[in-house]
């Protein structure tokens, strides 16, 4: 009997058969690497992640999503499949966040952040397309000012049912650059994917880029050729092969079968409950398709899909455990030099990360100042237009009219004004944020990795650097306080004064009085949204640098903190030290048979899907 298959037997000992294929192994592998977790190490940050994923498998619960290039169809694809124009489309980029489609009575539940806090809209009835489309739509929430941090839309159609779980992702390639980017951070949570193209144009450079991403993240990947009801016979068999000719050559991958579709046919059909139409739409074919891979296939994707994550995790894992035991094992003065080698060289990286606080706080500074500067043009602008704004209207009216003509003009014109101009001024600074995160984003990335890597070189064991990126540093968006306009002037009433006053002296106060109200009004709104902007700058800024510090304190404590506990622990025990070699080996041996196990099932899975 091999070594690894005692470790089967022993991990699950009713399977004495499993073979490294097959995948029903993966929850009893979780089970043992969370309790072991729990019981040797239960500060690792591992344990979270593994306990999500054995939550997933429980539930059987696969993630599949609808990905590609912004207006192929993506959301009208889904909306034929659940029988309902419910999600937002349109010939605009539309879907700006991904939005998930569970199995469960008619529900839209919307969470987003509200000055710190987590709060959640729902709605039951009425018009769910309309309500849907104030949170994800790029038109109506644009760069996700409304700071929506989940989108759930429960349905009762009877796909959902089989355990699947649809995922409609914003387009990729759009102008909209930070919808592709919602997109790409979405990928390590997703199981399998239909991927939707058309014809017109062809399959682009973005989309091509955007597969062979894909390729190596998403194990089981559909491919569907939609709005075919713009080809005769001879152009879609054209599109068709066109289609699988460079999918297989530029990406690499086998796109067999591709499923021509018309989804907005598809949806009409199935509105009108005609079924020869949905037949005739392709959409059948491609729903009979998905209804199979659930029932034949769906339990295979997702254990191919979760054994990748686990893997991941896990191999992360034995990175840390091998560095402190390789830690407790060095001959005392050995790990000592060595010691004193990696804070030399972290010398660097802790200079490099304060270069980073630097440029944060710098960042900061700038970006408050240039808000404080454009609040206070915008209050002067916004006084001057609706100054002539008034003047305008009220020109040519007799002075007893001046008064209900300016308010009238007024009525009209701010909310659409302030909506306007304080909007654009919001979105703007969101984005700057955005723009000037990403780069210390990466460089904090680079940073956190270096420091694992120094630490695998100079204790010379193996570096794991995470592939699917949930291993560690989450991405961050900038956190956006929303604002509501105040919109309307209340009217005064005229004094007594004015009654018995001249028309022309009439006309001169009724004019201050309203100009007062509108200098008093755009003086509030503008406050009002810059102090919200200030502070979600300073929250987004605050967040950044916590977080930074958050992961650089968890790498230092799981690096240097393995190497001082070991050296303490050999100054103060002596002898018993060995006891707790003996411990991390046998704990690192255990988790590497259950690596070893996943490994073999991944690469089985990859080898009979390639001779497939
Ligand atoms: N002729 C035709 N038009 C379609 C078809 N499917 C979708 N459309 C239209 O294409 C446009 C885009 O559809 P959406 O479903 O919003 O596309 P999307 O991929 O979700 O777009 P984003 O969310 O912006 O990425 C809409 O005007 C749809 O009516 C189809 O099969 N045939
Ligand atoms: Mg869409």
């Known amino acids: ?138 038109a109506a929430n644009p760069e996700n000012v409304l700071n929506v941090t989940d989108i759930q839309v429960f349905h009762d159609s009877e796909i959902l049912k089989k355990g699947v779980v649809f995922i409609d992702t914003p387009g990729i390639g759009s102008t909209f650059r930070h919808n592709t980017a919602a997109t790409m951070n979405f990928l390590p949570q997703c199981d399998a994917a239909l991927f939707v193209t058309s014809a017109d144009p062809p399959l682009t450079e973005t989309e091509i880029e955007f597969l062979k991403s894909v390729r190596d993240r998403v194990p089981r990947l559909f491919f569907i050729l939609n709005k075919t009801d713009y080809l005769d016979e001879e152009e879609l068999e054209q599109a068709v092969s066109f289609l699988k000719k460079t999918v297989r050559t530029q990406a690499g991958i086998d796109p067999e079968p591709v499923f021509a579709v018309s989804a907005k046919k598809g949806l009409m059909a199935k509105l009108k409950k005609n079924s020869t139409g949905w037949k005739e739409s392709g959409m059948a074919d491609l729903e009979a398709r998905i209804f199979s891979f659930l029932a034949g296939e769906k339990q295979a994707a997702l254990y191919e899909a979760l054994n990748r994550r686990t893997l991941d995790i896990l191999n992360n894992l034995l990175m ?29 990286t802790r200079d490099e990360r304060l270069a980073v606080l630097d440029r944060l706080a710098g960042e900061e500074k700038r970006t408050l100042k240039k808000m404080e500067e454009e609040a206070e043009q915008l209050r002067v602008d ?49 984005k700057r944020m955005a723009l000037t995160l990403e780069p210390l984003q990466k460089e904090t990335d680079h940073l956190i990795e270096s420091i694992r890597h120094k630490a695998a070189d100079i204790f010379e064991i193996q570096f794991y650097a995470p592939k699917s990126g949930t291993a560690f540093v989450a991405r961050q968006k900038p956190y956006w306080i929303t604002h509501k306009w105040k919109q309307s002037l209340s009217p005064v009433p005229p004094g007594t004064l ?12 009724a004019r201050k009085r309203v100009l007062e109200q509108v200098e008093e009004l755009v003086r509030n709104n503008v406050e009002n949204l810059r102090w919200s902007i200030f502070q979600s700058i300073q929250t987004s800024f605050r967040r950044f640098s916590n977080r930074m510090n958050e992961t650089f304190n968890a790498t230092l404590s799981a690096t240097r903190g393995a190497m001082e506990a070991a050296a303490r622990k050999r100054r103060e025990k002596g002898k018993d030290a060995e006891n707790e070699i003996r411990q991390a080996r046998q704990l690192i041996e255990q988790i590497q048979e259950i690596s070893g196990i996943l490994s073999e099932t991944v690469k089985t899975g990859a080898d009979e899907s390639a001779e497939a």
């Open 1 to 138: 009997m091999t070594n690894q298959e005692s470790v089967r037997r022993k991990i699950n000992p009713r399977e004495t058969a499993t073979s490294p294929s097959n995948p029903s192994c993966l929850p009893d592998l979780l089970e043992n690497a969370v309790t072991l977790l729990q019981s040797q190490r239960p500060d690792a940050i591992q344990l979270a992640k593994l306990n999500d994923i054995r939550e997933q498998l429980r539930e059987e619960r696969l993630h599949l999503a609808v990905l590609g290039q912004f207006k192929r169809g993506k959301s009208t694809l889904l909306n034929a499949i659940l029988g309902e124009a419910l999600l937002p489309s349109s010939v605009l980029p539309v879907t700006a966040l991904p939005t998930w489609i569970r199995s469960g009575k008619t529900l839209v539940k919307i969470t987003m952040e509200k000055n710190g806090a987590s709060v959640v809209e729902e709605h039951r009835s009425g018009n769910l397309t309309d309500f849907l489309n104030r949170y994800v739509n790029e």
């Open 320 to 348: 840390e455990l091998n560095l402190s035991l390789k830690s407790m094992e060095l001959p005392l003065t050995d790990l000592e030099q060595r010691i004193t080698l990696f804070e030399e060289k972290l010398g660097h």
């Open 382 to 430: 916004a006084l001057k237009d609706i100054e002539q704004t008034i003047e305008k209207a009220a020109r040519g009216r007799s002075a007893r009219e001046w008064e209900a003509a300016a308010r009238e003009k007024l009525a009209g014109f701010i909310p659409g004004y302030f909506e306007n101009r304080l909007g654009r001024f919001s979105r703007r600074f969101k």
């Open 498 to 509: 004015d009654r018995v006053l001249g028309a022309s002296l009439q006309q001169k106060r």
